[in-house]
């Protein structure tokens, strides 16, 4: 069997310290099924994860990465021939998508029967690996965490980025009105063209001021993975009943909120943590990707093509996450 290749974290610090090494393929183990990675999703958390910034700190050597798409290329004794999605048993050849929390940047993995999750052909290997955390995220937020009513106003932070288009497309397929803030005349243009109702620069606007304009009166949910300063000014551009979602602090900055602009107007803040509740909650999360999958099939949801690198730029293609020069999603690719 060909050398599996993995990207290596064994020191913590700069993404440019992770290593590209070639190892042995191990055994397909029993309940076991073995993935040929075509792309992996590039998160933020794994510039984290890299840096020893995220609260679970894995020993060392780890191989970093979330999220991955790509074929089923052998399958373990005890799996079963029931299969486990309702759609039959998995066969060498399937195309699938797996949330493995770290490992997925490498060009193959070795995961339980029970964790993959059969893809549409409507999505690439680029969509399907980008998608948990961006739109399992973003729905998880928009339908369990509140519940986004048709016509409401929904104001996006850092809405050019992977997460932030995600909760632009899933609010908009809820029947939101949307305000895409971002910086720079590029993002917010990219925003439009993914439907954004509205939209506000927030490296020259004051964030607040331009809700309550275009609102007229302020939004019903802000959704903030940006942190910083501009929490703060989420929280005051809701309107009576509003919701500020507390997802991620893209800035580095964690804000303090002062808790009388939570009581006036009967405000509410809510901390969302999809990948917590995905493992406490598996077969939820099951239901809930079943409902993503089913809309992007149905032509509601359109996950963007991410940005692709090839796996062994991982330290690059981090970096250029991290100095915010990515737009959208961005993937490593094996091929
Ligand atoms: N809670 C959850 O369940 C959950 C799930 C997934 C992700 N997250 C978190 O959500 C956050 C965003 O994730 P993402 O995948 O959307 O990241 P991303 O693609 O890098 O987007 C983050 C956005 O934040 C904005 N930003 C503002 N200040 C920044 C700074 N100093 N550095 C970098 N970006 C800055 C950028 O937009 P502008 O340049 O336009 O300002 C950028 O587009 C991360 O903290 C991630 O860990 C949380």
Redesign the pocket.
């Known amino acids: 069997m060909r050398p599996v290749r993995s990207v290596v974290c064994r020191e913590l610090g700069e993404p440019e310290l992770l290593e590209v090494t070639d190892r042995d393929p191990a055994p397909c183990g029993p309940g076991q099924v073995r993935i040929r990675v075509r792309a992996a999703g590039l998160?933020?958390?794994d510039a984290?994860f890299v840096r020893g910034g995220y609260q679970i700190q894995p020993p060392l050597p780890f191989v970093p990465g979330s999220e991955l798409a790509g074929e089923i290329t052998e399958i373990g004794s005890e799996v079963g021939s029931a299969g486990n999605d309702g759609d039959g048993a998995w066969q060498v050849g399937d195309r699938v998508l797996a949330s493995i929390g770290l490992g997925a940047f490498a060009d193959e993995v070795l995961v339980p029967a029970s964790v993959p999750i059969r893809i549409p052909e409507a999505l690439s290997f680029g969509q399907a690996a980008t998608i948990g955390?961006?739109y399992a995220?973003a729905w998880?937020?928009l339908t369990r965490r509140t519940v986004v009513e048709p016509d409401e106003w929904v104001l996006v932070?850092?809405?050019?980025?992977?997460?932030?288009l995600a909760m632009l497309d899933v609010a908009r397929c809820l029947g939101a009105r949307t305000i895409a803030a971002?910086?720079?005349p590029d993002?917010l243009r990219l925003c439009i063209e993914r439907g954004a109702h509205d939209v506000v620069d927030?490296?020259t606007d004051e964030l607040r001021l331009r809700v309550r304009e275009i609102t007229g009166g302020g939004a019903d949910v802000a959704v903030d993975?940006?942190?910083?300063p501009?929490a703060e000014q989420a929280l005051r551009s809701l309107t009576n009943g509003g919701r500020l979602m507390?997802?991620?602090?893209?800035?580095?900055d964690i804000p303090r909120l002062p808790a009388n602009q939570i009581l006036l107007r009967n405000r509410s803040v809510l901390?969302?943590?999809?990948?917590a509740w995905a493992m406490a909650h598996p077969e939820d999360n099951r239901v809930l990707f079943d409902e993503v999958l089913g809309a992007v099939e149905e032509h509601r949801l359109h996950p963007v093509e991410p940005t692709a690198y090839p796996l062994d730029q991982a330290g690059r293609a981090l970096r250029d996450?991290?100095?915010?020069r990515?737009?959208?999603?961005?993937c490593l690719t094996t091929d």
């Open positions: 998160n933020y958390v984290l955390q961006s995220t998880f937020t932070l850092g809405a050019a980025g992977g997460l932030g971002a910086s720079g993002r927030y490296s993975p940006v942190g910083g501009l507390v997802l991620g602090f893209a800035s580095g901390g969302v943590d999809w990948g996450l991290l100095e915010r990515v737009v959208g999603k961005a």
